[in-house]
Structures are given as C-alpha cells and as structure tokens.
C-alpha cells in the first residue's frame, strides 16, 4: 500500500511538473515579444485591438523640432526679420546637437528652433556639408528630448516607416509609408545613398526624421521627387540614411567640415567593348578617363586607360565604390591601389590628398 501511495504521489508531481512546462513554454514567446507586440496593437475602448504606431510616434516626435529661417534687411536691421525659409530638424544629443538640411539653412541669417514642447531657440550653425546636404547646429537648453537611433539594422525594401515633419508650417504631422527602395547611389563621395519611400515629403519636411515602427531613427528626410516645374506629390522621396548622416554629423562636430580624401581622377564603368580593347578578364572595375595633372594620381604616374580593380586591399566593382572609398581616406595616407595596365596587373602606392572645397 505504502508503495502505491509512493509511485501516485510521484505521478502527481511528475504530471503537474509536464504541465508546468507546457505552460511556460507556450507563455515565454508570447511575453518576450510583448512589448513589440504593444507598438503595434493597442486596445483602444470598446473596440478591441487595433493597428496603431502611436508608441512610436511618441518615442520620436518630441525630438523633431521646427527649424525657421529668417533674413534680416541690411538696410533696416532692427525689427525687419522675415522668414526665409522652414523646415524641420532632429535632436540627436542631450548636449543639442540638431541635424538637418543644409538647403533649410544655407541663406539664414538667423536660425530659431522650436520645440514641440513650446520652447524657442536662437541655434548656432556648428558645421555644413553640402555634398550631403546635412547641417549640424546647436542649442543651448535644459532636459532635451532625444530621438532613439539605428545605426546596426540598415532599412530594407518594404519596412513600414514613418516620416515626421513641418510641412507648410502647419505644425507637426506624420505620414506613413514603406522603403520603396534602397542604395540609390554611393555614399560620402557625394554619390548619395538615398532610402526612397512613399511617405509623403512635402516643403517643411526636409531634416526632420524617418523612423521606423519602433520609433528610431532610420533616415533624415530631404527631398521629394520632381518633374520640371510640377513639384512633389508622385510619391517618390527621398531620406539621407541614418548610418551615412550620424558619420557626416560626427565629422562636423569635430572639425566643422566634412574632410575627404581626393585621388585626382575621372573614371567609368567597364563595358564590354572596353574590356575586349583594354584585354580585362571581366567587367569589374573602373576605367580611369583622365587624371588632374596636380594630384595625387599623377605623382603616381596612374595614366588615362589604366583600370582600379582593388583599393587597399578591396575589390572594387564600381565607379561609386571607389569614389566612396577614395573620399573616406585621409588625406596624406598611402594606400596601394592595383590597376590593370594593357593586360597586365601592377600595384601601385599612392598618397591620398585632400578634396577641395570647389570641388565638394
């Protein structure tokens, strides 16, 4: 009898222990992926569960401030401020560093930002880089809203995203939409690597922030689409990605310009009838069409016709590659850079100079 009592004893607990961990197992998911699940689906009254971006709006928008531009008459310089232009700009620190666009502020003579809280700054312009539009300015305040930021996953085609700004100065707005693409081109060189999304980017916009449905900063918003005289409205806009501007402000901090590497060269891409003249084993590369007689690339006698197949070390498939990684070089640091010269492969080192500011 004792030992009946023993093994049922022992089922019991053996079958509330299974029991146990069935639950777990099915409650663990679920609970780890709660609070993604709260972004998106709230429960609003009586209607159950419903589709809402709201918890990431909230986690941004403080941050994107309304930028004025305003012009003061040299003629008359006292009360004769007029605005001259607006837009939109990011809090990227607790310091009030703000990216924005450099065509918001480019003719200011004075720059106010204000907040969605209701405070109003006169802001400092602490550096600009018109290659990538991107401006870095800075206000002097207490308790700033930062915007959360991704720079470790890039956007992919088809990520909903949401962008916030002050289109027509009609006070913060959010629009939503997808990436409808990625990459448009290169990235520091000037050779943009524009997210293209639907998110309508209407005049205001520019600087303010695409975010994606966590509520962190993928892109700074800067243009729309345009056909001649017809404006925006074709669904088509573009955002300088996050990984790109949060480089370019770092740099402008530092040095209050962005400082680039310069070879000295034009080049192409490679096509087929290019190939079979110059005797190359594919169509990777770039063929360089001329070389600025004072650069770096003619102290290295590199010649018109020579094709780059690698730059220290790394492959390059094209013309937008190379530049990228000729601009992101320090200037006065030898790197070896291998061409193919009439059939032949040779390795030549060079001294990277710096990119002139006409030239940028």
Known sequence: MALKDT??????????????????????????????????????????????????????APAVVNIYSLSINRNQPLNSRSLQGLGSGVIMSAEGYILTNY????????????????????????????????????????????????????????DVVLAIGNPYNLGQTITQGIISATGRNGLSSGYMDFLQTDAAINAGNSGGALIDTRGQLIGINTAAFQVGEEGGGHGINFAIPIKLAHSIMGKLIKNGRVIRGALGISGEPISPVMAQILNLPDLTGVVITGVDPNGPASQAQLQPRDVIIKYAGEDIPGVEMLMDRIAETPPGKQVSITIIRKGRPYDVPVVIGEKSANEQ
């Open 7 to 60: 093994l049922l004893y022992l089922g019991k607990a053996i079958f509330f222990g299974l029991i146990m961990a069935a639950v777990f197992l099915v409650v663990t998911p679920f609970l780890a992926n709660k609070d993604m699940t709260s972004l998106f689906f709230q429960k609003r009254g009586d209607h159950g569960v419903e589709l809402s971006f709201s918890v990431a709006v909230r986690r941004a």
């Open 103 to 158: 065509h918001v502020i480019k003719q200011a003579d004075e720059i106010v930002v204000a907040l969605q809280d209701g405070r109003k700054f006169t802001s400092e312009v602490v550096g600009s880089d018109p290659v990538t539009d991107l401006t870095v300015l800075k206000i002097e305040g207490d308790s700033l809203p930062i915007v959360p930021i991704n720079l470790e996953e890039p956007a992919q085609v088809g």
